[in-house]
């Protein structure tokens, strides 16, 4: 059954869907609290700004992101052969990513790596040769990109042009397929929360919505028809709006509200909860590696893709 399919909506205004990307979220967020409206989002990138208490996310990266998320990606490191000792961290002003490496930055220093460089660039740049100069100066053993969108593939193109290539190179928010279809890409590391692959799709609704999607896109002529972490978040969006509304058995939102504080939603990408800080519950992010022109999560190892596990130069 797919998202709300049975329930009657009785007009325009009875559900509210949010949109992605934390700057559109925290822009709806006052807005549908202006309604005392529940928004349910789908990729909020720092949960301390989400004061509004009918809003719950469906990117269940944990209400302390700069910490948890940095913390699993060294410890998916360490287990290395070869542990990273040095670390460049290069980032976007972009507000989300922005955040997410500082909290990189912050925990790579408690846990022992030595920061050989730090550098920041404005959203909107397309001039990453000399930042790609002073990486590939500092030698370090573990490039820390926080970048979104095509930033990533723009940061590796300038380093191919100059004969360098990172030892371990690990991004922010990528754009997924441009990633994978590049072959400076291969080996990045990354967050998600879902792939297209076991034991995600061992779910049958997730095995379902990954078929749809396919089909789908493929119709459509997308140049990439993979299912990944933001086709993810956005459908588990909607189950969570489902569940509150079918759990409160009302379209009425401070019933939906109570109801999602109260209970735990099965979604694709787990079952999450929504009582903690901001509404937020547990961190469930994982760390994926491009391999064979796939994204394969290769960390925690239980949700690993089949035989994948980290490689390294």
């Known amino acids: 059954m797919g998202p709300l399919q049975g329930v009657r909506v009785i007009d325009m205004t009875s559900v509210l869907m949010g949109p992605y990307a934390t700057g559109n979220i925290l822009s709806a967020m006052g807005v549908a609290q202006r309604y005392n409206k529940v928004l349910v989002h789908h990729t909020f990138g720092i949960p301390s700004l989400a004061k509004y208490d009918m809003q719950f996310a469906g990117w269940s990266l944990g209400s302390d992101p700069g910490t948890t998320v940095p913390n699993m990606v060294f410890d998916a490191l360490a287990a290395s052969p070869r542990p990273p000792k040095t670390i460049a961290i290069v980032t976007s002003k972009f507000p989300s990513v922005y955040f997410m490496s500082q909290g990189g930055r912050e925990v790579a220093k408690k846990r022992g790596l030595q920061e050989v460089l730090y550098l920041e660039w404005d959203f909107g740049n397309r001039d990453f040769g ?76 997730a095995a379902e919505f990954v078929k749809l999607f396919n089909d789908r896109a493929a119709k459509a002529g997308l140049p990439d028809t993979s299912v990944e972490v933001q086709a993810a978040a956005s459908y588990s969006a909607w189950q969570i709006l489902e569940a509150g509304v079918r759990g409160a058995n009302s379209f009425d939102d401070k019933a939906i509200a109570a109801w999602l504080r109260a209970n735990r939603v099965d979604t694709i990408h787990g079952r999450l909860r929504f009582d903690g800080p901001s509404n937020y519950g547990d961190d469930l992010m994982k760390i994926k590696q491009v391999q064979d022109g796939h994204w394969k999560v290769i960390y925690p190892a239980q949700f690993a893709a089949p035989g994948a596990k980290l490689q390294m130069k």
């Open 130 to 205: 000399p930042i790609a100069a002073r990486v590939k100066d500092a030698k370090p053993d573990l490039v820390w990109m926080g970048d979104i969108g095509l930033e990533g593939n723009m940061l590796l193109d300038a380093m191919k042009k100059i004969d360098y290539s990172p030892p371990l190179h690990f991004h922010v928010y990528p754009a997924p397929g441009p990633m994978t279809k590049s072959a400076d890409g291969n080996l990045a590391l990354s967050l998600t929360i879902f792939e297209e692959h076991p034991p995600f799709t061992n779910n049958p609704v």
